[in-house]
């Protein structure tokens, strides 16, 4: 019997790279304003990739993506010679456009009627932050890698749910778009799969999630099928 579903959030709940890049167009902007030799030096996308840099000189933080965003950005100035740089306010341009996400229209119809059934919780690898997004209110709780110092598909985000839920593994279904990050993150750590697949993916190899759904609504049916 199911008690509890997890949910993965950037495109899973909505569409998170066409936010990204307005994102980085808006900091670009705000980076040609204050600091114009970082955006004469790197376009939107050279500066995303100056995270891999950051990632292969410290894998050990590649888990946090606020971290490694700074981090980039702080690479990106020194490269174009400013000894003095405002960080924090570079990030915060870039987090508060990258909040501004717009739900698939299921989302709160269906997390609101799965509530009355099922406990709800998000798992995030990103740095979504639900308030702002004006979802905090559907999850019991919301873990994000940054948090928890560990990525899925790692487990100990997976465990900490369990512990957190009261519930052991097999009674809770984790939801997402990732193949690796969530299907067998979760399944590694006991959860039911359910792979959602909003935009016709193939499935890269490798076992399959226990369900595929394209939208939230067919997850009722999922559940319905399995006696939950
Ligand atoms: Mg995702």
Redesign the pocket.
């Known amino acids: 019997m199911i008690k509890a579903i997890t949910f993965?959030?950037?495109?899973?709940l909505w569409d998170i790279w066409p936010v990204v890049e307005r994102a980085e167009a808006l900091l670009h902007d705000w980076l040609m304003a204050r600091y114009p030799r970082i955006p004469e030096q790197f376009t939107p996308l050279e500066l995303r990739e100056l995270s891999q840099e950051v990632i292969a000189a410290c894998p050990d933080i590649a888990y946090d993506r606020t971290r490694l965003r700074k981090e980039a950005l702080w690479l990106a100035a020194r490269r174009a010679n400013y000894v003095e740089f405002d960080v924090e306010g570079a990030f915060a341009v870039f987090f508060v456009a990258r909040n501004a996400v717009e739900p698939f229209a299921d989302v709160r119809p269906t997390l609101e009627r799965l509530g009355q059934r099922y406990t709800l919780a998000s798992l995030s690898n990103g740095n979504a932050d639900l308030r702002l997004i004006g979802l905090y209110d559907l999850f019991a709780f919301s873990l994000n890698a940054i948090d928890v110092g560990a990525a899925k598909p790692e487990p100990l985000m997976f465990d900490l749910a369990c512990q957190q839920l009261a519930v052991p593994p097999e009674q809770i279904v984790h939801v997402?778009?990732?193949p690796e990050?969530?299907v067998l993150g979760a399944a590694q750590a006991g959860f039911r799969t359910v792979w959602i697949n909003r935009i016709g993916r193939d499935w890269p190899g490798g076992s399959r999630a226990d369900a595929e759904i394209v939208s939230l609504v067919e997850l009722e049916c999922v559940l319905a099928n399995w006696g939950s």
């Open positions: 993965d959030l950037d495109d899973t997402g778009d990732d990050h969530d």
